[in-house]
């Protein structure tokens, strides 16, 4: 037991310098703050030693390290925005983490990374779901924002004729698409537009496939002739 003790507190940040003199500290205890802390291991020890063998360092006596762990903020993968088609499965997805904790319109909640919201859903169902997550209990908080689209509809489109070297303008009628894919794209000046203008060097059979971010697509078609 010292009756006149000289305390030192040393750390390590585990740089490879080893146990380094905290300059000033030099009491009982220490506050300790790693400002813009990489992740990483730093360790903390207090040694102690009478001041009547100043000098002697290698009398000093320190204790057991206290070891702080820092860790990366959470790897999660979770989209901006999340759709779906009216009538189908609304199903939030998330990864990357520890725990999960789901909140959001209608007053829903689930722990789980990927939780269906709805079996059919519905516009109701639209809005901004928050997310809570934990990694090596630090916490992260984010969202994505829900979306349930109608279902995109086309008319029929008749055949039409072009004399050779000569373009036409084709058009499809839809609802609800805003997406455009033709087929083949030969002879197209473009062939993701709902108007695409088509010279073909021969007789063409062209598919338009039209869609939404939600729902599934559906495929009029138009030959040339």
């Not at 979770?78 to 998330?94: D, F, H, K, W």
């Not at 934990?134 to 509809?153: D, I, L």
């Not at 029929?156 to 805003?178: F, H, P």
Request: aromatic share 8%; glycine share 6%; proline share 8%.
């Amino acid at each position: 037991c010292y009756t006149d003790p000289d305390y030192k507190w040393q750390e390590d940040k585990n740089d490879g310098n080893g146990w380094v003199d905290i300059p000033g500290q030099k009491s009982l205890s220490y506050h300790v703050v790693i400002p813009n802390a990489a992740p990483g291991k730093y360790q903390y020890r207090i040694g102690v030693l009478n001041k009547a063998t100043i000098g002697a360092e290698q009398c000093r006596i320190y204790s057991d390290p206290l070891t702080i762990n820092v860790y990366p903020p959470p790897d999660l993968v979770l989209a901006e925005n999340t759709s779906a088609c009216i009538g189908q499965p609304v199903q939030l997805r998330a990864s990357g983490a520890d725990t999960y904790l789901w909140t959001g319109p209608n007053n829903f909640r689930s722990e789980e990374n990927s939780p269906v919201v709805t079996q059919r859903g519905a516009p109701s169902d639209d809005g901004v779901y928050n997310l809570m997550v934990t990694k090596n209990n630090c916490p992260c908080f984010t969202s994505t924002t829900v979306k349930v689209y109608v279902a995109a509809s086309v008319q029929s489109m008749a055949d039409v004729k072009v004399c050779e070297g000569d373009a036409v303008q084709l058009s499809v009628q839809s609802a609800n698409a805003t997406h455009f894919k033709w087929e083949p794209s030969e002879g197209l000046d473009h062939d993701d537009i709902p108007n695409p203008v088509a010279s073909p060097l021969v007789t063409t059979h062209y598919t338009v496939t039209v869609s939404n971010d939600g729902c599934a697509t559906l495929k009029p078609t138009s030959s040339l002739t």
